[in-house]
């Protein structure tokens, strides 16, 4: 099952059509670094930014040297300087010096046990733009259109100045492979067995050009950020295989799982279905994206909790506008009234879309690199080791024979 990859040219840029919000990255990544007392040993390190060459950000040689003028001084000891507030806040770069190769936003793979649950639509939904072509079809005479391959494509979106190139991955939904649907099942294993593999590449293509004796200052960054599960909208429980694929996706990948479709579901139905659903994450261990760590402040934790209390988002997507009081919002429209997507009360589209963009997209980069990654990397290298000393004992007894 190979992976069709579509990249866009370097001039193009796709247009939003609202407010997404992934432009915050830029104070996510100077709130982190403030958090951190802005140490240099931390910054040479820091895989995204790599603040130390200024390789990541154009402007990002600024944090550097004001840690060479500040190190010397206790934390707390001084203070931001009117010209350095200024840097600081325009660390995206300016128009007329875009990002020569901006930072992979996080690679949505769309995982659920079917097609028809609105993968690509929530995908542009979240977007505002048209990113992903719906498998969906339209008349009558169309023929079925399904996702039976990974497919990947890449676009660059840029929002006040800060550009990003998005990666986005559509995944075969297991219905369309004409599986039982058992975890037990060998078509079952291998209909989800090429999506892991297709995570662990990426982190294997990063690990080879990391290894290499004469690397790029800049490597382009495929891994996959951020896996959005969609779950059927059944309203009874988790299906065996939505079970074991949430299990082995969360061992290399950050999933954050949703429910597709809920207008469907009552709200007494959608907060009965999410209970169930949390319990039985809970019962089978799946750990899900976010994550707390020793670096979390209170404020943090109380955030990551009060998202997971609310996960699975409830969510509807919609690419079309309806008019709801002379206003236009993006949203469904049916015989008993309209279902807005950004109202609060309707679904949690906004929170999802808060979640990935505006509170947590670095986070999402920095638990990539650091968890999923760093866990595929040590096992790689001490295998490598491991197989070097065999070749070498080999080698030894055959000299010795």
Not at 24 to 34: A, D, F, G, V, Y
Not at 103 to 126: D, V
Not at 200 to 228: F, G, N, P
Not at 374 to 398: P, V
């Amino acid at each position: 099952m190979a992976a069709v990859v579509q990249a866009p040219t370097d001039s193009s840029l796709t247009r939003l059509s609202s407010y997404v919000g992934f432009d915050s990255i830029t104070r996510q990544i100077e709130n982190k670094l403030l958090k951190r007392g802005f140490q240099p040993v931390a910054l040479r390190s820091y895989p995204l930014a790599r603040l130390d060459n200024g390789a990541r950000y154009p402007n990002a040689h600024v944090w550097f040297h004001m840690i060479e003028k500040r190190e010397s001084l206790a934390p707390g000891q001084w203070q931001w300087t009117k010209e350095e507030r200024s840097r600081t806040n325009n660390l995206s770069a300016s128009p007329t010096t875009p990002l020569a190769d901006p930072a992979a936003f996080p690679c949505l793979a769309a995982n659920t046990g079917q097609s028809g649950l609105g993968k690509s639509t929530m995908i542009n939904t979240i977007f505002a733009s048209h990113l992903v072509d719906t498998k969906g079809r339209f008349e009558a005479d169309e023929p079925i259109r399904q996702t039976t391959e990974i497919q990947a494509v890449s676009h660059v979106v840029q929002e006040n100045n800060v550009r990003l190139r998005l990666n986005i991955v559509d995944t075969p939904g297991y219905g369309d492979l004409r599986v039982c649907f058992k975890s037990s099942c060998t078509p079952c294993r291998n209909s989800w067995e090429p999506i892991i593999k297709y995570i662990k590449d990426q982190h294997s293509a990063y690990l080879r050009k990391e290894l290499t004796a004469m690397r790029d200052k800049h490597i382009v960054d495929t891994r996959i950020h951020a896996c959005l599960y969609f779950i059927a909208p059944t309203g009874h429980t988790l299906k065996a295989i939505d079970i074991v694929v949430m299990k082995k996706l969360s061992e290399v990948v950050n999933v954050v799982p949703v429910i597709a479709k809920s207008d469907s579901l009552t709200l007494e139905e959608r907060e009965a279905f999410k209970e169930r659903i949390r319990a039985e994450l809970a019962h089978n261990e799946i750990r899900v994206y976010p994550f707390d760590t020793e670096e979390n402040d209170a404020e943090e934790r109380q955030l990551n909790q009060a998202i997971r209390s609310m996960m699975p988002f409830a969510v509807v997507g919609s690419e079309r506008n309806v008019m709801v009081d002379g206003q236009p919002v993006r949203g469904r429209k049916n015989r008993w009234g309209v279902v807005n997507v950004e109202n609060e009360q309707h679904c949690d589209f906004n929170y999802l879309r808060n979640f990935l963009t505006r509170t947590h997209l670095q986070d999402l980069i920095e638990t990539t690199s650091m968890v999923h990654y760093e866990a595929f990397r040590s096992k790689q290298l001490l295998a490598l080791k491991e197989s070097s000393a065999a070749k070498q004992q080999a080698h030894q007894q055959s000299t010795a024979a």
